[in-house]
T-cell receptor, first 115, second 114 residues
Framework: DAKTTQPPSMDCAEGRAANLPCNHSTISGNEYVYWYRQIHSQGPQYIIHGLKNNETNEMASLIITEDRKSSTLILPHATLRDTAVYYCIVRGKSAGGTSYGKLTFGQGTILTVHP | NAGVTQTPKFRILKIGQSMTLQCTQDMNHNYMYWYRQDPGMGLKLIYYSVGAGITDKGEVPNGYNVSRSTTEDFPLRLELAAPSQTSVYFC?????????????FGNGTRLTVT
């Protein structure tokens, strides 16, 4: 699976948009970009995923660049409850493997939303 | 709408003891997984299952065993607990054999081995 690079931490004011970047320059054509978050002591929560096109759901928007080498997760109106560790994960068939479930979690970005 | 349920939430074991971490899902998902998360680290895959009766090793299977007798349940067994197994354990499930299918996680079991 392709490796991802995220900033270790970011701040955001409550009510403003939070834009979390992710670099995945070695992504393959059939690999998806997933975003999860983990609020302290809880299990990872699925946010959104995409392959090529931009995606939006009730939680967030995902913007993937045309060359697919980077993406941005957008929380349109951040609240204090959005304070969490956000993981950008590239998911696809590992070379020679068939472990469809494998999500490789890196260090993520600690997002702090302040009043 | 329970999703993935893990029990217990917390457990303290002595070295050499054994225990089973329970995981059940009510979404009729075929795929189930066990991850562990050490402090300040990402999640690592221990075992996974593609359906009842079928299991396979992940990245860090040593010291653990699993079984999958039903679609709903995927217990994780620790036979001889060691301090290195102190961690938070997460169970997850997904419906399809596809990379376009999100995993849904439980809220974890926090295990301490002393």
């Amino acid at each position: 699976d392709a490796k991802t690079t995220q900033p270790p931490s970011m701040d955001c004011a409550e009510g403003r948009a939070a834009n979390l970047p992710c670099n995945h320059s070695t992504i393959s054509g059939n690999e998806y970009v997933y975003w999860y978050r983990q609020i302290h002591s809880q299990g990872p929560q699925y946010i959104i995923h995409g392959l090529k096109n931009n995606e939006t759901n009730e939680m967030a928007s995902l913007i993937i660049t045309e060359d697919r080498k980077s993406s941005t997760l957008i929380l349109p109106h951040a609240t204090l409850r959005d304070t969490a560790v956000y993981y950008c994960i590239v998911r696809g068939k590992s070379a020679g493997g068939t472990s469809y479930g494998k999500l490789t979690f890196g260090q993520g970005t600690i997002l702090t939303v302040h009043p | 709408n329970a999703g993935v349920t893990q029990t217990p939430k917390f457990r303290i074991l002595k070295i050499g003891q054994s225990m089973t971490l329970q995981c059940t899902q009510d979404m009729n998902h075929n795929y189930m997984y066990w991850y562990r998360q050490d402090p300040g680290m990402g999640l690592k895959l221990i075992y996974y299952s593609v359906g009842a009766g079928i299991t396979d090793k992940g990245e860090v299977p040593n010291g653990y065993n699993v079984s999958r007798s039903t679609t709903e349940d995927f217990p994780l067994r620790l036979e001889l607990a060691a301090p290195s197994q102190t961690s938070v354990y997460f169970c997850a499930s997904s419906p399809l054999q596809s990379y376009n299918s999100p995993l849904h996680f439980g809220n974890g079991t926090r295990l301490t081995v002393t």
